[in-house]
T-cell receptor, first 109, second 111 residues
């Protein structure tokens, strides 16, 4: 079936560092979505990308729709403690949304 | 606040029992999606309803069923519960675009 592969699976960083994560697929997506899930909460949409090559920012977050339409990247600048959580990429497919398994972000004290 | 509501927030029950989880979509959204998330796992798509009709099915067990009512709220029924059914259950809604908006989830614990 369709799969979205996210890497890394988890990250341990210091507060203030920049973060990069990515999501790849063996097939093309026409929309890429990035969600964040806080512990015990539902995922919240961070950024939606609709066009190959598109670069979109939301505060300290920047996401890019890969030119091949088979990948997407999420960057977080100057991380803060509230960035802790799981980041999911997702893409619509046949009335469903396919989710990656997530990148778990930890911030070291 | 996504505008999607789910009740109850927490549910504790025993094996073999049956429970019903409820979801109200965002105002105006016709589609409701149900997901299961086990501990430290990703989101597993269960089923989608659109305007009262089943639209898509994922890895939903035969012991599970869902429906969407005329007022567009949806219920997920889980029966003959097993320990492995313990998980977070999320519903999401949208109005036809790619983005889905998630509710806060119901945490089900089966003892």
């Amino acid at each position: 079936g369709q799969q979205l592969n996210q890497s890394p699976q988890s990250m341990f960083i210091q507060e203030g560092e920049d973060v990069s994560m990515n999501c790849t697929s063996s097939s093309i997506f026409n929309t890429w979505l990035w969600y964040k899930q806080d512990p015990g909460e539902g995922p919240v949409l961070l950024i939606a990308l609709y066009k190959a090559g598109e670069l979109t920012s939301n505060g300290r977050l920047t996401a890019q729709f890969g030119i091949t339409r088979k990948d997407s990247f999420l960057n977080i600048s100057a991380s803060v403690p509230s960035d802790v959580g799981i980041y999911f990429c997702a893409g619509p497919r046949d009335d469903k949304i396919i989710f990656g398994k997530g990148t778990r972000l930890h911030i070291l004290p | 606040d996504s505008g999607v509501t789910q009740t109850p927030k927490h549910l504790i029950t025993a094996t073999g029992q049956r429970v019903t989880l409820r979801c109200s979509p965002r105002s105006g959204d016709l589609s409701v999606y149900w997901y299961q998330q086990s501990l430290d796992q990703g989101l597993q798509f269960l089923i989608q309803y659109y305007n009262g009709e089943e639209r898509a099915k994922g890895n939903i067990l035969e012991r599970f069923s869902a429906q969407q009512f005329p007022d567009l709220h949806s219920e997920l029924n889980l029966s003959s519960l097993e320990l492995g059914d313990s998980a977070l259950y999320f519903c999401a809604s949208n109005s036809g675009g790619g983005e889905q908006f998630f509710g806060p989830g119901t945490r089900l614990t089966v003892l």
